[in-house]
């Protein structure tokens, strides 16, 4: 199997590597690199396994490349995708927390990324033109991809958007049903194991860290950072830009909290009685909330930062434990809940009243990029003085040409464009 899908592997390694801008970002360059230029899935499977993966809690991107995997190969395949995706931006910011100290807090807020934003603007153009004929096809569909930009655009930061605009959307379309009539289809058999495994991993990880809490085991950090960042993969909608103010409250603000409340009531070795809280300095924490943004690849690597950072006062071999468990904690539930969910989707799709669905979910998939193009837009300078505006509108106008009219690979255009960031 390894060596039959060893292309597509090698794609998914590279796509790691220079997939910049956030989910949003993500499936723009998925569009190029999995569809355009090598043919792996369509457009309107990609389309399709966005709309799917917003409706689950989660790392939203990571699971639609996870199921291009899975359609490729199966779950075996899914798993070594998954792998590959996570492990140079969990690599990277795992090694941020060795790092960070060694360094001028300063001069990590390096501006070599300046011309990512716009560059990221630029797929997401990319993407809207190449998904547009296969999204938008009458009036419903026009007006849900109006007010499915407009609410974007509003509401960017609202958790429950996304999915929300995506659920609006399939209701839409449903309520006629002179188009597409239904027929009835016999129900296929569903295959629990995944589900039940991650309903297992979740209660058994919360009882284990209470109890370990309660009867103050020794070394108990890593039980209480599994339990802590499983939780959050399980339940976190909307993406990277939800999961790290939650990060940072639990990691960060909280502890001091519990402390500062207990002092407040005159506990003696407080200290003693909380070393088995995971915390997480907050200046440390917003170094890595800054760095995670400007690595390619999913922004819950940020878990494997705050993990190597939760233990690194037991040493370094601790250190390297506290960034697996971020990791492994972070990514698992969304691995879990997509492989299981995903094959129930695709029987659904048989029913009609799911297939009419599906023409309202694309057409407000559409708004939702088109919406996330403006919000990103919003924050990029365009009247600063002298040449940056200009050339943040030459960076969004060359990337749109280049992915439409060249072969240039993608990875090219970020290295490109990184190098820009150096140099000017």
């Not at 599994?226 to 993969?233: A, H, I, L, P, V």
């Not at 919003?378 to 943040?392: F, V």
Request: charge should be positive; hydrophobic fraction near 50%; proline fraction near 6%.
């Amino acid at each position: 199997m390894l060596l039959r899908h060893a292309p597509f592997l090698r794609t998914v390694f590279f796509y790691s590597l220079t997939a910049f801008g956030g989910p949003q970002g993500h499936i723009a360059m998925m569009m190029r690199t999995f569809v355009r230029q090598k043919p792996y899935i369509t457009e309107k499977e990609l389309m399709e396994y966005n709309a799917f993966c917003q409706l689950l809690p989660g790392a939203s991107s990571t699971q639609t490349v996870t199921l291009i995997g899975y359609k490729r190969g199966g779950v075996p395949l899914a798993v070594l995708t998954l792998i590959i995706w996570i492990l140079p931006a969990c690599i990277l910011m795992g090694a941020l927390s060795f790092l960070v100290h060694y360094f001028d807090k300063k001069a990590l807020h390096t501006d070599i990324f300046k011309f990512i934003p716009p560059m990221a603007a630029g797929f997401l153009v990319y993407a809207c033109i190449n998904a547009f004929p296969y999204s938008v096809k009458n009036t419903i569909t026009w007006i849900i991809m109006i007010i499915c930009t407009v609410l974007t655009y509003f509401f960017f930061k609202a958790p429950a958007i996304f999915p929300a605009l995506i659920v609006i959307g399939g209701i839409a379309t449903n309520l006629s049903r002179k188009r597409i009539p239904q027929v009835e289809e016999k129900p296929r058999k569903i295959r629990w194991w995944n589900f039940w495994l991650f309903g297992i991993i979740f209660i058994a990880a919360g009882i284990i860290s209470e109890r370990a809490r309660i009867h103050k085991w020794p070394n108990r950090k890593p039980i209480n950072l599994f339990e802590n960042t499983y939780r959050m993969g399980s339940l976190v909608f909307g993406g990277g830009q939800v999961l790290m103010p939650i990060m940072y409250e639990q990691f960060s603000v909280r502890p001091e909290a519990v402390r500062a409340k207990n002092q407040a009531l005159g506990q003696v070795n407080v200290d003693d009685k909380y070393n088995g809280v995971v915390q997480v300095d907050e200046e440390d924490m917003y170094t890595g909330m800054g760095i995670v943004r400007g690595i390619p690849g999913p922004v819950f690597s940020i878990a494997s930062f705050a993990g190597g950072m939760a233990l690194k006062d037991k040493g370094p071999t601790w250190q390297v434990l506290g960034c697996l468990i971020g990791s492994i904690g972070i990514f698992l539930p969304s691995a879990l809940l997509v492989l299981f969910f995903y094959p129930i989707w695709n029987n659904l799709k048989k029913y009609a009243a799911v297939y009419r669905s599906l023409e309202g979910i694309n057409a407000a998939v559409m708004g939702i990029m088109i919406g996330s193009t403006f919000y990103i837009m919003k924050d990029i300078s365009w009247m600063e003085p002298r040449w940056m505006g200009l050339m943040n509108l030459m960076v969004v106008l060359s990337t749109v040409l280049f992915l439409l009219f060249s072969r240039i690979p993608a990875p090219i255009l970020v290295i490109a464009y990184v190098l820009l960031g150096i140099f000017f």
